[in-house]
């Protein structure tokens, strides 16, 4: 940030013509820069919308609002020194009198103009391209037009609708997981021997072909397409040079894509052979007033396809525009992609392209994975690499390129957690982030001297992270490093009786199928516990199955809550809650409830989640009260511990006009489902019958909304100090595939979730965040769905009532006694005062007084 | 030196009565005593009456180590108290109040609690037998 900031009094007038996103982060460092406004911006795009991130086009379009995919700051646009032409196309550029004309008839004077049109997508020669049925993937409406055209063709044939990639590289794959995500029945069809062939070898080519066909994706290489072949103007089918035809409905063309350079080939600038705008190491083209960023620019004799030389590109205009000096360092080529499902990457001297290089190749076709890595001849500094089914290396391996590796290299090809990681000791100057071109120095800068204590305030401070994330594991453990240094503990051990993170130690006690607290501290750690990990604990042998949770030595775990199963209050007395699911009660079980809290002299109010609470209860007469409440029907509620509270619902379809589906229905068997799941913290859900949203659904853990198609499911609200609402995970789906979403989704976050961690900050914290939470559960990208759904259908079918557990043990009930020497003398201890017709605690002035005390609990009726 | 000042054992219950690693409350002279039994069947007296809440609750809080010294952890604010002891060894941002404590053994089963008469709980058992 320049220190004067003194306004300058009247700015240049920047041009920007384009309106993707490296035109947009131009825009945006722009104005992060330029304090004293030398610079007014106008941003001229032919999309009628503000830039968007063109790059999650796939996995953010099924289904969703093209606002999903805006980028962030759009406050942006707000400044008064940004003006964004939208659905503007510029027709012309008078390099002499420095103006543009735009198609609106318009014209703008410029003093620094920079191009910014990217590519368009490239339509192979073929007869047939043209047919209605035929698409290119590179905008929103691209997308949008290829959703339409599917579902209607769908409705119009009566039976699945198939369809054909053009091109097996980066796009053909995002594009065939387009197609699939619109439940197409897809075939990749590429020239070249291979899929991805710029950035994979043959090795890499045949294992991602592999992962691909296991998606139910048809793979054919080595082919050229040679007509699209139509019927009544609509595509039916293609034939190729060699090998059957194929009976399609619809064709994407993904074949590349070539440089916007129109413009300036008509106002005279040069042009590279292969086109794009020819530029300097500075993006400026050879006139002094023009310059080009992105993918139309020309640099270093070639385009770039990829969003990171881009911002690059537009940081360096940026730069020069306040006389800056600097230049474009080389791109760094690497990607990392997931496409359909199947992580992808390649990164550094990727093919061995170097002299001498050495390649370690680890290749398991079973487990559908293939990593190499290139290394100098020495074996010692790492070049590139390559890896297909598994990149979860990528991270830490990418900024290593051209350093000292360290080790064995095999040792980094193996499944993770395996071998060690490199550590966070990367030089200062190596680029961490090259979406958004931070280096390890300015993450360790902003820990050391910004005051950042955690990765979301240094993701704040220095946009690391901010834009793919895939360096976000690197970012995470560089930051920890330096916190350390500084002398702040950074520990995931859950207190210190466990080195552990509770997930860690979830993972330990199933896989060694641990069942006693006292294994578990043996083998795992030291002394006997604490209030952290003794209910961590006993809720983790909780969710895994284990038995009663008072059975034994798991009596211990409990906090007070869990032990005599009803909720400690301010006084000491207990309040209890029976079970209403979905808050549908009978006129005979209200009146039961009734009658016991007038039996027992109970305090009773409606709970905020749709049941009776009733307060003021003895730990003695707990017993006496469920054995009432199980006698009409009841069960608890566990509104005590962290488990599953309630399930609200609204009416729905039963009673209400409006309602399109049973959520009343739903709701109970949801609340049946997951009742006495433990979990990391409390959860709730619920479930309303039509978007009027009468259950307040979306402030749960999981809210279902009904809609005319079947369920919307949302995750990650809640009350409490921080309210979130839920995000939308999945649509319109039929009763059984949400039971089993929500099934995975709970398993999922009650094994992997931080000790008292509820579902927002889980989501946020995971990562990938939702977008990788919905592919676990949707598509089972780790391979642990079938053990999630086991471990749930267990949890459903070993549930028993812990009161009527409870009451049927007389060794259990004897720990509800008040003394341990006179079991039948009563505590007199407590003491209440009349309230609006019922009794409440008395404050410590009312007992001093001994007045208005009236007897509570004591006046205790046996029936 | 003054001679230690005479004590009576108060016979409360059995040590099977008491279950490992939770608290048990027992009523002696009007007092309640809260008994926990460890791990490793040592057997502690310590006050039952919660001084931060006002509520008599300390027998069921959970049972631990902290540093290795025997703890029990009030239900109502999480506050840390040595068993052996009754120092407050975390006071959850609160000012430490110790705990009463009184000696206590197992004889032959049998637990008993030692007491003078003059450290807040009458010398003989009420309830019981």
Redesign the interface.
């Known amino acids: 940030m320049p220190e004067d900031t003194a306004p300058t009094a009247s700015p240049q007038h920047l041009v920007i013509v384009g309106g993707g996103m490296v035109a947009r982060r131009l825009v945006d460092a722009l104005r992060e820069r330029d304090g004293r406004g030398r610079w007014a911006i106008t941003l001229i795009g032919e999309e009628p919308r503000a830039p968007y991130d063109r790059v999650a086009l796939t996995s953010y379009f099924a289904g969703r609002d093209p606002e999903d995919l805006a980028l962030g700051g759009q406050d942006l646009w707000d400044d008064p020194l940004v003006t964004l032409l939208r659905g503007v196309r510029v027709e012309s550029i008078d390099r002499t009198a420095r103006r543009v004309s735009t198609s609106t008839g318009s014209t703008l004077d410029y003093d620094a103009l920079v191009l910014a049109t990217g590519s368009f997508a490239a339509v192979p020669p073929v007869p047939g391209n043209d047919l209605r049925g035929a698409f290119v993937y590179r905008t929103i409406d691209d997308v949008a037009d290829l959703r339409a055209y599917v579902e209607s063709r769908r409705e119009e044939l009566d039976r699945p609708v198939s369809g054909a990639v053009v091109g097996g590289g980066l796009l053909g794959l995002e594009a065939a997981g387009a197609l699939r995500a619109l439940d197409v029945d897809t075939t990749v069809v590429e020239f070249a021997p291979r899929l991805m062939p710029l950035q994979v070898d043959e090795g890499g080519g045949e294992g991602l072909a592999r992962l691909i066909e296991g998606l139910g994706v048809t793979v054919r290489t080595s082919t050229a397409t040679s007509m699209v072949v139509g019927e009544r103007g609509a595509v039916r089918g293609m034939t190729f040079s060699e090998g059957p035809d194929l009976d399609v409905d619809v064709v994407i063309f993904a074949v590349g894509v070539r440089p916007r350079d129109e413009l300036a080939r008509q106002a005279g600038l040069e042009v590279g052979e292969r086109g794009g705008v020819v530029v300097d190491d500075a993006c400026a083209t050879a006139d002094p007033a023009i310059w080009a960023i992105g993918e139309v620019a020309n640099i270093g004799g070639r385009c770039l396809g990829l969003v990171a030389p881009g911002y690059t590109m537009a940081e360096i205009v940026a730069d020069r525009l306040l006389g800056g000096g600097g230049t474009f360092p080389g791109a760094d080529l690497s990607t990392k992609l997931k496409l359909l499902g199947v992580d992808v990457a390649s990164f550094g001297d990727a093919f061995a392209q170097e002299p001498g290089g050495l390649e370690v190749v680890i290749s398991d076709p079973v487990a559908g994975v293939y990593k190499k890595l290139v290394m100098s001849d020495d074996a010692r500094t790492l070049r590139g690499g390559i890896l297909v089914g598994d990149a979860s290396a990528y991270a830490a391996l990418r900024p290593m390129v051209g350093r000292e590796l360290g080790g064995d290299p095999a040792a980094y090809l193996l499944p993770e957690g395996s071998a060690p990681a490199p550590t966070g000791d990367l030089p200062e100057e190596t680029a961490v982030c090259s979406c958004n071109n931070v280096t390890a120095g300015r993450i360790r800068g902003s820990v050391r001297d910004e005051g950042c204590t955690d990765l979301a305030g240094v993701k704040a401070c220095t946009r690391a992270g901010t834009s793919c994330g895939s360096c976000l594991p690197l970012v995470k453990k560089i930051v920890a490093a330096e916190l350390t240094k500084s002398g702040v503990e950074v520990s995931t051990a859950l207190c210190?009786?466990f080195g552990l993170s509770r997930a860690e130690l979830f993972d330990v006690v199933r896989v060694q199928g641990l069942t006693t607290f006292?294994e578990i501290i043996e083998r795992h750690g030291t002394?006997?516990?604490?209030?952290i990990c003794?209910?961590v604990i006993g809720s983790i042998l909780a969710s895994l199955g284990t038995g009663h949770i008072l059975e034994g030595?798991r009596?211990?775990?409990q906090?007070?809550n869990d032990?005599?199963m009803a909720n400690?209050q301010?006084?000491?007395s207990y309040s209890v809650v029976p079970r209403i699911p979905g808050g549908e009660v009978t006129p005979e079980g209200l009146i039961a409830i009734g009658q016991v809290a007038k039996d027992f002299g109970l305090y009773t109010k409606i709970t905020g989640g749709q049941r009776v609470d009733l307060f003021g209860a003895r730990?003695d007469q707990l017993p006496g009260i469920w054995a009432r409440l199980v006698d009409a029907g009841f069960e608890s509620g566990h509104a005590y511990g962290k488990s599953l509270r309630t399930v609200k619902s609204c009416v729905g379809s039963t009673w209400c006009r409006f309602g399109v589906q049973d959520s009343v229905g739903l709701a109970i068997d949801l609340e049946l489902r997951y009742r006495g799941l433990r979990s990391p913290h409390k959860i709730k859900l619920g479930v309303s019958g039509c978007a009027r949203e009468c259950a307040e659904a979306r402030g749960k853990d999981v809210g279902v909304i009904a809609t005319d198609n079947g369920w919307n499911v949302y995750v990650g609200g809640n009350g409490g100090f921080t309210p979130r609402h839920a995000r939308l995970l999945a649509e319109d789906l039929d009763t059984e595939t949400l039971v089993r979403t929500i099934d995975r989704f709970l398993m999922y976050y009650v094994r992997t979730a931080d000790r008292l961690q509820r579902t927002a900050p889980w989501i946020e914290d995971h990562e990938g965040g939702l977008d990788a939470i919905r592919a676990v559960v949707l598509e089972d990208s780790l391979g642990i769905a079938d053990d999630l759904d086991s471990a749930m259908a267990t949890h459903v079918g070993t549930y028993r009532d812990e009161w009527a557990a409870t009451l049927a043990d007389p060794d259990k009930l004897a720990?509800f006694a008040?003394?341990?020497?006179?079991?039948?003398?009563v505590?007199d201890?407590l003491a209440y005062v009349g309230e609006r017709g019922q009794a409440r605690p008395a404050t410590?002035e009312e007992r001093s007084s001994d007045s208005v005390i009236i007897a509570g609990t004591t006046l205790e009726v046996r029936s | 030196m003054t001679a230690a000042p005479p004590t009576t054992r108060v016979r409360l219950c059995a040590l099977t009565d008491l279950v490992p690693e939770r608290g048990s409350v027992a009523l002696v002279g009007g007092v309640q005593v809260a008994l926990v039994r460890t791990h490793d069947d040592d057997v502690h007296a310590i006050a039952n009456l919660d001084p931060y809440s006002g509520a008599q609750v300390i027998a069921r809080g959970l049972v631990g180590t902290r540093g290795g010294r025997p703890t029990i952890i009030s239900p109502m604010f999480k506050q840390v108290f040595d068993l052996r002891t009754g120092e407050c060894l975390d006071p959850i941002g609160r000012e430490p109040v110790s705990l009463r404590t009184w000696p206590a053994a197992v004889v032959d089963g049998q637990v008993v609690l030692e007491t003078t008469g003059d450290d807040g709980v009458a010398p003989s058992p009420v309830g019981g037998s």
């Not at chain 1, 002394?527 to 209030?531: E, H, S």
């Not at chain 1, 008040?818 to 003398?825: E, L, R, T």
């Open positions: 210190e009786h006292s002394g006997r516990g604490c209030d003794k209910p030595e009596a211990t775990l906090d007070t032990f005599v400690l301010k006084d000491g730990i720990r008040s003394f341990v020497n006179a079991p039948d003398v505590d201890s410590p």
